[in-house]
């Protein structure tokens, strides 16, 4: 079955200091993973897909299938990093698109 | 690129009271629609997706219904709200015409039964 775990409800950082956003998959096949990001106020929005392999607003994640992971990433935090993030997993067209529970990144100044 | 209108924006029932939530779609044909619910700490529960007009699968069991009467409107419903159906509702769309994998969300719906 699909599962898509995130461990951290909370992760809370200085600005400048690195983060890591865990996420960890199980599925039998070749999924896609993405990450999405909800800022304060506004809809949830696509922030990066593995097979991109593109950094965005400074953030990278690689996807590992040997640990069925997909760690989000950025060496420098900002406090405009600051949201709710959510990792997720698409198996297939019509396979469905399901969600890890989300880390709220908190940056301080 | 897909644009979702959902509403309402926000919604006050009470207990018993049947439930109608809309959500439609632009840009796109034949997309895959989902709805979820959001809430703190359980991040975001899939509760229906179709992938096609009247075809809708369900998730978990609960007090809620979905339908997709045309290929870009997907309705959320209930013949009776409970309590614990509060909660913050958002649909999303993906796929489709373009193949694009990408799921685009809803500005979701606030429902509060009272």
């Known amino acids: 079955a699909q599962r898509v775990t995130q461990p951290e409800k909370l992760l809370s950082v200085f600005k400048g200091a690195p983060v890591e956003l865990k996420c960890n998959y199980s599925?039998?096949?070749?999924?896609?993973l993405f990450w999405y990001v909800q800022y304060s106020r506004q809809r949830l929005q696509l922030l990066l897909r593995?097979?991109s392999r593109e950094s965005i607003k400074g953030f990278t994640a690689d996807l590992n299938k040997g640990e069925t992971s997909f760690h989000l990433k950025k060496p420098f935090a900002q406090e405009e990093d600051s949201a709710m993030y959510y990792c997720a997993l698409n198996g297939g067209n019509t396979d469905k698109l399901i969600f890890g529970t989300g880390t709220r990144l908190q940056v301080f100044p | 690129s897909q644009t979702i209108h959902q509403w309402p924006a926000t919604l006050v029932q009470p207990v018993g009271s049947p439930l109608s939530l809309e959500c439609t779609v632009e840009?796109?044909?034949?997309?895959?629609l989902y709805w979820y619910r959001q809430a703190a700490g359980r991040g975001l529960q899939l509760l229906f997706y179709s992938v096609g007009i009247g075809q809708i699968s369900s998730e978990v069991p609960q007090n809620l219904s979905a339908s997709r009467p045309q290929d870009r409107q997907f309705i959320l419903s209930s013949k009776k709200l409970l309590l614990s159906d509060s909660g913050f509702y958002l649909c999303a769309c993906q796929g489709g015409e373009f193949m694009n994998t990408e799921a685009f969300f809803g500005q979701g719906t606030r429902l509060t039964v009272v």
């Open positions: 593995h097979i």
């Open positions: 599925y039998s096949g070749s999924p896609e």
């Open positions: 840009g796109t044909s034949n997309p895959n």
